[in-house]
């Protein structure tokens, strides 16, 4: 007799994918905001620390320079012991009666003498030290403005760094909900799978979407805490803080007179134009070193013991001073009109720099809000889609494939929308930075 058939099973159930995302990292204890961060930074930021340091060490030229001008004062102290005491007789008179002549010894060199002595000096008249005082001066507001400029490109740094964190966490979410969503299809493409309603090859499409969108929320997670990190690092502290999302970056309403502004306010021109004045005192101070310098002076000294000359003894003075030094001051003067040249180069480089900065930055900024625009729109369509195409597939009308290439599509365009955005920020701030306008 014929075999009886065996009546065809249902395919067995697929089991369930065990979670592979790891667990989110612990809350953090505090909030800190766009402002806490930048004044963290300005008061524990090492490297804003060390350009302050910088700069005390630069403004002690100026105190230097002054020294020359102000009152010169010198104190000593002696004390000498000879190997003998040496005197010498003198005749001090004659006795009118006995025509005796009275002698009286004169210590010569005392065998032990201690001696103190004050010298003081002051300059009244000289041009090149005046001169020197004012380039001292004008190179002090040079370095303020360089520290200045080296601030605000930190702060622009952490400000940066902060929106950068921002906009992770904000795709952290975003990888969150996708991976809700992919975790949904494949239960829906399961039960379907289970009921014979669709082949395996759905159910694993669903498995694999599920499986890119666990690796896709995991590589959002150590980036967001990458940078978390970095920004803990710019403020010298633990990264146990959540930040928030920033305002956008509030530009002038004019941005016809950015350019001008640049000139006015970026610190790096501001030193480029205190280094040509402080290059121009200089070489003043060079020329007028033909001129003689007009000092007084003064001399005390006082000894335990009198000399010849007595035990006190002052004396003051002035004195002029004209010199020759066989060249030096003509090699230091065309030196000096040299860096006159330098300075006014670097200035007019420093200022064509800035118009250009701000150009590009204002065209950046346009495209880049342009970019973020039409990435928020198609963000838009594509959740839209997504929802239609799963809504479809639910009643029967979509397949596996068309479901997942919109899960796909709504991935690329949501991780689009958060990139477009945060460079529309960043190129905001590239504004303000080129125009020299306070991230504060």
Known sequence: PAPTPTPAQPPAPAQAAPPTVAPPPPAATTTLTLDDALRIAGERNHDIK??????????????????????????GATYTHNNENLVFPFAFGQD?????????????????VLQATVDASLVLFSPALWYGIQSASRGD????????????????????????????????????????????EEKDARVRYQAGTIAKVGLLRAEIDRARAEQDLQRARNSYESARLALAALLDRPANFEVVDPQEPRLPPDPSKLPEAALRDRPDVKSARSALDSA??????????????????????????????????????????????????????????????????????????????????????????ANAQKANEQRDLAAENQRLVDVSYRAGSATAVEQADATAQLRTAEIA????????????????????????
């Open 50 to 75: 060390a350009a302050a340091a910088r700069l005390r060490q630069a403004e002690q030229g100026y105190w230097k320079a002054l020294s020359g001008q102000l009152p010169q004062i010198t104190l």
């Open 141 to 184: 507001d040079s370095a303020r403005q360089a520290t200045e400029n080296a601030r605000r490109s930190i702060l622009f740094g952490v400000a940066q760094a902060y929106y950068g964190v921002a906009s992770l966490r904000r795709f952290v979410d975003t990888s969150q909900q996708l991976l809700e969503i992919a975790q949904r």
């Open 96 to 112: 009118p009666v006995t025509n005796k002549v009275t002698f009286q010894n004169v210590p010569v060199l005392p065998q032990d």
């Open 280 to 369: 121009i005192s200089n070489q003043r101070s060079q020329w007028t070193s033909y001129i003689p310098s007009l000092a007084a002076f003064g001399h005390w000294q006082d000894a335990n013991k009198p000399g010849l000359t007595g035990a006190e003894l002052w004396s003051v003075g002035l004195s002029a001073q004209w010199r020759f030094d066989g060249g030096l001051r003509e090699a230091n003067i065309r030196e000096a009109d040299a860096k006159v040249r330098e300075a006014e180069e670097t200035l007019a480089s420093a200022e064509l720099r800035a118009k250009l900065e701000v150009g590009q930055a204002l065209l950046d900024l346009d495209s880049a809000r």
């Open 417 to 440: 929308q958060t990139t477009e955005t945060l460079n529309a920020q960043l190129a905001a701030l590239r504004v303000l930075q080129a125009a020299g306008a306070d991230i504060r």
